[in-house]
């Protein structure tokens, strides 16, 4: 089944420890998202990929990367993690048109 | 620019019964509309959407929801909830007509009560 795919499902890092968080997808969908979900909130967009186009959403922090080498993968790098970054990062895939977004099961991170 | 309202954070219900999860939206423009369903420690699954056409949008798991555009609304509907339907649910919505980013209503966290 065509899907997103997101590993690893929990990751533990230390404070100021970089950390990379991997997505795949086999829907060969243009877009490609990245959230950040805290505890009983809605996702907050960090960034996306319209194809190769790399779109920040003003209030990223510096903090965050991404990274796009293919159109099936996307990477977040996360460069020095604070307690603050702790959360639930979900990475979603569109097509160009619908907007109708499909998510991965999401990666938990724990900084320690 | 526009936004979601979901007036309601929790709605405990018993089961079997009823339940309507309310969203209501802002824009100037014609837009997309979603509901998504999580379950603890999952990403966000899609229930039901409305792009054009018929009002009511009937989704998985038995749910249904009813776009009114007079009252800028996409309520979510479900005759009867099933304890598997304890979960979190976000209304989302996009302005139409090619890509466009989705906002996302602040979740409603529903409990079905056995």
């Known amino acids: 089944d065509a899907m997103v795919i997101q590993n690893p499902r929990y990751q533990v890092t230390q404070f100021g420890k970089p950390v990379t968080l991997s997505c795949s997808q086999t829907?060969?969908?243009?877009?490609m998202y990245w959230y950040q979900q805290k505890s009983s909130q809605a996702p907050k967009l960090l960034f996306h990929?319209?194809?190769?186009?790399?779109?920040n959403e003003a209030d990223t922090p510096d903090n965050f990367q991404s990274r796009r080498p293919n159109t099936s993968f996307c990477f977040l790098d996360i460069r020095s993690p604070g307690l603050g970054d702790a959360a639930m990062y979900l990475c979603?895939?569109?097509?160009?048109?619908?907007?109708?977004?499909?998510f991965g099961p999401g990666t938990r991170l724990t900084v320690l | 620019a526009q936004s979601v309202t979901q007036l309601d954070s929790q709605v405990p219900v018993f089961e079997e019964a009823p339940v309507e999860l309310r969203c209501n939206y802002s824009?100037?423009?014609?837009?997309?509309l979603f509901w998504y369903v999580q379950y603890p420690n999952q990403g966000l699954q899609l229930l039901l959407k409305?792009?054009?056409?018929?009002?009511l949008v009937k989704g998985i798991n038995g749910f249904e929801a009813e776009f009114n555009k007079s009252q800028t609304s996409f309520h979510l509907r479900k005759p009867s909830v099933h304890i598997s339907d304890t979960a979190e649910y976000f209304c989302?919505?996009?302005?139409?007509?090619?890509?466009?980013?989705?906002?996302f209503g602040t979740g409603t966290k529903l409990q079905v009560i056995p």
């Open positions: 990929y319209y194809d190769k186009d790399f779109n």
């Open positions: 829907l060969n969908h243009n877009v």
């Open positions: 409305y792009l054009s056409g018929s009002t």
């Open positions: 979603a895939t569109s097509t160009r048109v619908y907007n109708e977004q499909f």
């Open positions: 824009s100037s423009v014609s837009v997309y």
């Open positions: 989302a919505v996009s302005d139409s007509g090619g890509y466009q980013k989705v906002t």
